[in-house]
């Protein structure tokens, strides 16, 4: 069956201009989770959401980056007046139920490049 | 804090030859402890998951080993491909879930075989 999608793979802005990045996961799978990874460095945990509970916000880095979920399946994350240092691969994972012991799927990503 | 280290940051080794990779972690209290495989410009994918009770789990070629009570994993390639060539990346989970689900993820060791 279809992995995670994402889309677009490589999106290249402009500073202050406002990005959205798009992650379908595998059907049926509850759980949706993102990250950003910079180069060299590891999976940077953003946001988690699992079924209708309210998202775990905790990982995002400021009030300019925003997801969110409709009907439990796609999710977007936005990025307002994207900055240099938002420069990264932006990667989606989904898992059937809360990772813990499940394993999760990831995206292939999207390569986020800010001039 | 839960923290995971993986040694050594990077490794280059001859096609055929055998490899070892480490993941130190404390991450409290244990649930499991996963090894990804990243290849370049793809998500990473799952290679093998171990819980409290196991101490070794074999993929293939590669072999991972866990000892909870020093709280220290392997990974241990054999016979090595140019194909291994790709990050690897240890992601240890919590039972008490929290930010990210309680998981943890190591910057991990970027792996290359070399002809």
């Known amino acids: 069956g279809a992995g995670v999608s994402q889309s677009p793979s490589n999106k290249v802005t402009e500073k202050g201009k406002d990005v959205e990045l798009r992650c379908d996961p595998i059907?049926?799978?509850?759980?949706l989770y993102w990250y950003r990874q910079s180069l060299g460095q590891g999976l940077e945990f953003l946001i988690y959401?699992?079924?209708?509970?309210?998202?775990?916000k905790s990982g995002l880095p400021s009030d300019r980056f925003s997801a969110e979920r409709t009907g439990g399946s796609v999710s977007t994350l936005t990025i307002q007046r994207t900055q240099q240092e938002d420069s990264a691969v932006y990667l989606c994972?989904?898992?059937?139920?809360?990772?813990?012991?499940?394993?999760?799927?990831f995206g292939p990503g999207t390569r986020l490049t800010v001039l | 804090k839960n923290q995971v280290e993986q040694s050594p940051q990077s490794l280059i080794i001859l096609e055929g030859k055998n490899c070892t990779l480490q993941?130190?972690?404390?991450?409290?209290?244990?649930?499991?402890l996963r090894w990804y495989k990243q290849d370049t410009g793809r998500g990473p994918v799952s290679l093998t998951i171990?819980?409290?009770?196991?101490n070794t789990k074999s993929n293939g070629r590669y072999t991972a080993t866990l000892d909870a009570d020093t709280k220290q994993s392997s990974l241990h390639i054999t016979a090595s491909q140019l194909s291994d060539s790709a990050s690897y990346i240890c992601?240890?989970?919590?039972?008490?879930?929290?930010?990210?689900?309680?998981?943890?993820f190591g910057k991990g060791t970027h792996l290359i075989i070399q002809p």
């Open positions: 059907s049926g799978h509850t759980a």
């Open positions: 994972a989904s898992s059937p139920h809360a990772a813990g012991y499940n394993e999760q799927f």
């Open positions: 171990m819980t409290f009770s196991e």
């Open positions: 993941c130190n972690y404390t991450v409290s209290p244990f649930s499991n």
């Open positions: 959401f699992q079924g209708n509970s309210a998202p775990d």
């Open positions: 992601v240890v989970s919590a039972y008490s879930g929290g930010g990210a689900d309680g998981l943890t």
